[in-house]
């Protein structure tokens, strides 16, 4: 009797669990929508952005890759695309789900070489460099350098990109756990969180500034 009482204790726990999980579900994504009234975006509970966007390093990551609370919605002439996004990794006891917010800007203001930035990992990326693991780094600014892992698919073409002032403007994003990936006429702009849906604007905004920063109307 007394290891009944255990097991059923256990359902019970499981299940109020489960019920929490689907409250705080449902509340969010009342919360997104309400977010994209106040937009003017349109609201879907699911995308294939993982499939849309597949050549993004995120989107490569793990399995059960799922984008859910999207908002779509314009800037100007820009196609902005945010949503919340998971996928796990590992499994049984090692198995870990991540879930983060992105940002998606798409332009025809932008012809972009392909480009990965994200803040540096003093230990993990020191490895990482040790086993061969890219990271662009410029002479002229070690500041820079040192505090960004940045990849691309052609150095030269990231490096003539990377200009002394996109440089200098990716430094204000230096303490932040943001990483940044852009191919052609695409800014995937990821803070490394899920964020409230209250700083949906906010974070739109970061996204579209990073974007003008590489139109060549901004360069002059």
Known sequence: MEGFMVFAGFILIFGLLIVLSLVQARKRR????????????????????????????????GRNRT??????????????RMFDYSYRTGSGKNSHTY????????????SLPHFFIRRENAIFDFLGKLFGGQDINFDEDPTFSKTFVL????????RQLFDSRIR?????????NMQVEARGDTILFN????????????????????????????SD
């Open 30 to 61: 009342e919360a997104w929508q309400q977010a994209a009234r106040k937009m003017k975006f349109q609201f879907l509970e699911a995308d294939n952005a993982e499939d849309r966007f597949g050549l993004f390093k995120i989107f490569n990551l």
């Open 67 to 80: 984008s859910y609370n999207v908002l779509v919605g314009k800037n100007d002439s820009d196609e902005v």
């Open 99 to 110: 879930t983060q917010t992105l940002c998606i800007i798409k332009s025809s203001d932008l």
């Open 151 to 158: 990849q691309g698919e052609s150095e030269t073409a990231v």
């Open 168 to 176: 200098r403007l990716f430094l204000q994003f230096g303490s932040q």
């Open 191 to 218: 803070p490394g969180e899920l964020i409230d849906p209250v700083s949906a604007p906010s974070l739109i905004m970061k996204a579209i500034n990073v974007k003008k920063t590489f139109c060549p109307q901004s």
